[in-house]
């Protein structure tokens, strides 16, 4: 950004100098506008057909600021101009503030602080669940991978609230963190919060004494990976079938049953209903494994379990029925009767 703005400086203040000498010339030599500015032109590039020259004093003193001042700011920019073409570095600038201008006009996205080993996986998983995100990660080699897969970057240390303001922080919906260092995981929730208290934020936690300072910054859900990863390991030994059958359902992309959430508009048909009388597994076959309500979760509801608006259906079924089910839930196809 820094050689973008010095070049566009440097462009800027040619224009003046070839401004100025062009009224000058036209004022103390009364020359035409298009003579004016041929010989303002002539004199930048040192080209000096001779045909066109001042002749008065002051008019030679205007050729003079302009050999001095125009020829090196025009020297100056050529040279970038073609250093640019040839290293692409123009091209990355321009790429460069496309892409931010995109990210500027982001709504509701995901904002990624970090694309280490943890932050990586999860970029991955939001690629293929298609979600608008962007990463913010200040690493050369990380940022150039990121490119290679098409993923939406800022160039910048998440901690600095200057290289978080361009990521569109006040539309986002959710964040997620996951630095190396658990101060810096702090630092980027506790500014999230200041700056958007609405927002989802997903901290990781490196150590699991540092789980209840990021919950008191902030977070809404704050991940331990060694602790997940030891309680993992430990369940494959003790209860592997259960813990294969739950790793296909996450990793696996053959399979065609997904675990979904669900919400429950008040336009539902199915707002009021008991869970027998859902249908969920004779229409749709849908296994339903638990209801969030409010900061309540209902696991394995009771058949007399009725649904009510706002309720968030934590479900497992095919693609397809989950996407018929959620446009019941969201009253979609009840809002198009007549």
């Not at 004016?36 to 205007?62: E, M, S, Y």
């Not at 901290?203 to 704050?222: F, H, S, Y």
């Not at 209801?291 to 706002?310: C, D, H, T, V």
């Amino acid at each position: 950004m820094s050689s973008f703005r010095t070049f566009a400086n440097a462009f800027a203040a040619l224009a003046i100098v070839v401004s100025l000498g062009t009224m000058a010339f036209v004022k103390l030599e009364g020359f035409s506008v298009t003579d004016a500015l041929w010989l303002t032109f002539v004199t930048i590039t040192t080209v000096g057909f001779g045909d066109i020259v001042p002749h008065t004093p002051a008019g030679r003193l205007i050729a003079l600021f302009i050999i001095i001042s125009g020829v090196s700011l025009f020297t100056y920019i050529l040279s970038n101009v073609f250093s640019g073409l040839l290293e692409g570095q123009l091209a990355e600038l321009w790429w460069r503030r496309r892409m931010i201008k995109k990210i500027s006009r982001l709504e509701n996205h995901i904002i990624l602080c970090g694309a280490g080993r943890v932050g990586k996986e999860a970029a991955m998983e939001l690629l293929r669940e298609k979600v608008n995100f962007v990463v913010v990660e200040k690493d050369p080699e990380r940022l150039n991978e990121l490119r290679e897969l098409g993923v939406q970057y800022i160039a910048g240390d998440a901690t600095e609230d200057k290289v978080m303001q361009l990521v569109n922080l006040e539309n986002a919906s959710g964040l997620i963190t996951t630095l190396p260092e658990d101060t810096g995981n702090l630092f980027i929730t506790i500014s999230t919060k200041a700056l958007n208290p609405n927002i989802k934020v997903v901290a990781r936690a490196n150590r699991p004494e540092n789980i209840k300072k990021m919950q008191r910054a902030g977070a809404d859900l704050v991940i331990c990976p060694s602790a997940i990863a030891g309680v993992r390991m430990a369940l494959s030994v003790l209860k592997p079938a259960s813990v294969s059958y739950v790793q296909t359902l996450v990793d696996s992309r053959d399979v065609s049953i997904e675990l979904e959430e669900i919400f429950l508009d008040s336009r539902s048909p199915l707002a009021g209903t008991e869970l027998k009388n859902s249908g969920l597994r004779e229409k749709y076959n849908i296994l339903l494994l638990a209801i969030k309500r409010e900061k309540e979760i209902i696991l394995n509801p009771m058949p007399e379990e009725a649904f009510r608006p706002g309720d968030i259906l934590i479900v497992l079924g095919a693609a397809e029925s989950l996407s018929r089910l959620e446009n019941e839930a969201l009253g979609i196809n009840q809002a198009r009767t007549p």
